[in-house]
């Protein structure tokens, strides 16, 4: 009788142990799977500035050679998967003609914000569909060309007077912007940005109301006014997380 109960009680710990190691080499598995799995749909992203130009402008500056001139610098550094610090800098020079006066506006401007993308990236995948914003920034000269002066008469003859030049004048604004970058070949991106500003402070001359300010370009009457840009990027790759 102890030999039988001896016997049953070294069958039950050999299953118990035989369980246990099943078990345990079921869950490794399990890891494995799952960590090859994620390694296989979620590569390390790519850390690094990423800096590029406007195309716009340029292409801007060929065909209005008489009217404008400018260019733009873009850069921007990524925070996490989906997070950019982003920003741009550039200068641009344009001539307008209103109803009753002609100005030149030059000067730089600065937009420092973030991006955030809403693409879900697969496999080696690293393109971009991002929502953002921006606090812009401009120093700039406007000079007033010539302004017209209606009459009083029986014509109301126009009379036409050489203006002056306004220096030091600076633009604030708040900027909503949206676009997409697309990762053409390894680190170098195409890309296109849609933005929408809102002036918040800017100081006019006296006499009259600028109607451009580098960085916004035209402004509506309501004091605001809109954007586009075509972009070609490299990021300067420096590690991966």
Known sequence: MLKYFISCLILLCSLVSTAQSKEKDTLNSIKTIKRDSVGAFYNPKTYGLRIGVDLVKPALSFIEKADFKGGEIIADWRINTRLFAAGELGYTKRTIQEDYFNH????????????????????????????????????????????????????????????????????HWFELVAGLKVETFKNLFLGFMVSFSKVISTNNPDNYKSTYSPGIGKISKNGSGANINYTISYRIPLYKK
């Not at 506006?105 to 693409?119: D, Q, R, T």
């Open 104 to 171: 030149t506006a030059s000067g730089s401007y600065l937009k420092l914000g973030v991006n955030y993308n809403l693409y879900t990236n697969w496999l080696d995948m690293d393109n971009e569909t991002f929502l953002g914003a921006r606090y812009g920034t401009s120093v700039y000269n406007d000079n007033l060309n010539s302004y017209t002066i209606f009459q009083n008469g029986e014509y109301f003859d126009p009379k036409t007077t050489i203006g002056e030049k306004y220096n030091n004048l600076n633009t």
